[in-house]
């Protein structure tokens, strides 16, 4: 193994490892504002936890949702890879988990996202969940302003999260 690919698996376990803490601090759940993000008629993936008392995803949505056991549509990925295929979903949504990523990770989401879907919905929920550098690197503003320069976006908000959308109609610069 590469130093680099080292490097690489060290930051998915750490990011791994902060996961319990980050749902136990109730960040990562797909609120009520949310579940409206997600297309119901059109493959997505949502990355974050459904609430146990919420209806859950639409049939046609694949989750990474660590709160509940892995099966045929809940992965247990953070979204940095997804192992689809280009263009197979409408949307990616990511609840708060791309939160949990150092600065120079954050591209690794993005990127993946606009490979399988023509959307990326980053969600940022009201609660802070908590302090550490796990849940202050990667804060909507910065991404607002930083992904114009390669990518259409919007902000908007929805009841208890701030939202971006990002088109994925133009490549990011490598």
Same mark, same amino acid.
């Given at each position: 193994m590469k130093f680099a690919d080292l490097e690489s698996f060290r930051r998915d376990m750490t990011a791994l490892a902060a996961t319990t803490r980050f749902l136990a601090d109730g960040l990562g759940v797909v609120t009520a504002g949310a579940r409206e993000l997600t297309p119901q008629d059109a493959p997505a993936l949502v990355v974050g936890a459904w609430p146990g008392d919420s209806p859950g995803p639409p049939d046609t949505t694949v989750s990474q949702d660590h709160s509940r056991p892995a099966s045929l549509r809940n992965d247990y990925l953070l979204g940095l890879t997804t192992l689809r295929d280009e263009r197979t979903? #409408? #949307?990616? *949504?990511? *609840?708060?988990?791309?939160?949990?990523? $150092? @600065?120079?990770?954050?591209?690794?989401?993005?990127?993946? #996202?606009?490979?399988?879907?023509?959307?990326?919905? @980053?969600?940022?929920?009201?609660?802070?969940?908590?302090?550490?550098?796990?849940? &202050?690197?990667? $804060?909507?503003? &910065? #991404?607002?302003? $930083?992904? @114009?320069?390669?990518?259409p976006v919007t902000t908007s908000r929805v009841d208890g999260a701030e939202v971006l959308r990002v088109a994925s109609a133009v490549v990011l610069d490598a």
């Open positions: 979903v #409408a #949307a990616v *949504v990511n *609840v708060d988990f791309w939160r949990l990523l $150092m @600065p120079d990770d954050v591209n690794r989401p993005v990127a993946e #996202a606009i490979r399988i879907a023509p959307e990326l919905i @980053p969600v940022h929920t009201d609660g802070d969940g908590g302090s550490g550098p796990a849940y &202050s690197c990667a $804060m909507l503003d &910065s #991404a607002a302003a $930083m992904l @114009p320069h390669h990518v």
